[in-house]
């Protein structure tokens, strides 16, 4: 008996050593905003840093202090950091950087990732104003000023509802009392930037659609270009860095 009874203490010594260790959470890998914002930064700086012909230092505290200024407009709104969405940023500021030209999907999907650092805690049907301010993976539907679940309609199906966005090459356009996704106006079509747009790989010049620049002609801004993005010396070019402005000043460069 006593014997028996030895043994079920230990079982039971052992049931119980096994329950505290299930209890325990595991570690985030970024617990704090800070340690984001230096984890990223050390991301961005070892793509950028050499090309922009910076030291790695002042690239890291410039791009730590860039972080730390968008984190701390988020809190400004009310957003919280979430220290299991950093490690996904961390992971897209890897991809977005791995070519030299940005890729425009890569890009947002990085945008999207790092955005969801900081989230709100609205619930759905719940008023927002700001993209990230609802929780988990909703989204804040910026027409309706709703948070909501996104759905994805396609040409000619309604898009009445909170979180519906059109998708490629779509616009949500009211037909009567409904709206419904429509096609973009194309290439010589008339048009105007609120209620009959062009394609996505065009542009309104205030009536009509036109083609964007190639790469070395002249700009004015950002839209104009097949890139999308003009530079300082007004003329259009590739994009090559996922940044602020897109140039070096962002890294602490020329």
């Known amino acids: 008996m006593i014997r028996r009874a030895l043994g079920l203490m230990a079982f039971g010594a052992g049931l119980v050593v096994v329950a505290a260790c299930g209890d325990d ?49 988020a809190t400004g709104e009310g957003r919280t950091y979430r220290p299991e969405n950093a490690e996904n940023c961390i992971a897209k500021t890897t991809i977005v950087y791995a070519d030299r030209v940005i890729d425009p999907a890569k890009e947002e999907a990085f ?8 989230t709100g805690t609205k619930q759905r049907n719940e008023a927002c104003a700001n993209e990230f301010d609802c929780e988990g993976s909703l989204v804040c539907d910026l027409d309706k000023k709703l948070c909501s679940v996104k759905v994805e309609k396609g040409a000619d199906e309604p898009c009445n509802n909170p979180g519906d966005i059109c998708g490629k090459n779509l616009y949500c ?10 096609p973009k106006n194309k290439l010589g079509e008339t048009c105007n930037e609120t209620d009959a747009p062009c394609e996505d790989e065009i542009r309104c010049n205030a ?9 070395g002609e002249a700009c004015d801004s950002n839209n104009e270009c097949l890139s999308n993005f003009c530079d300082a010396d007004r003329k259009c070019r590739a994009r090559t860095y ?10 602490g460069g020329a």
């Open 207 to 215: 009536t009509t659609c036109i083609r964007k620049n190639n790469a």
């Open 25 to 73: 959470e595991p570690t985030a890998k970024y617990p704090t905003a800070d340690s984001f914002c230096a984890a990223k930064a050390a991301e961005e700086c070892k793509a950028v840093a050499a090309a922009c012909a910076v030291a790695d230092d002042k690239c890291k505290t410039t791009r730590t202090a860039a972080c730390n200024a968008i984190a701390g407009g």
């Open 111 to 118: 945008v999207e990732a790092c955005g969801r650092v900081f």
């Open 173 to 182: 356009q009211a037909r009567g009392a409904v709206k419904f996704c429509t």
């Open 242 to 251: 996922a940044s602020e402005t897109g140039t070096c000043k962002d890294f």
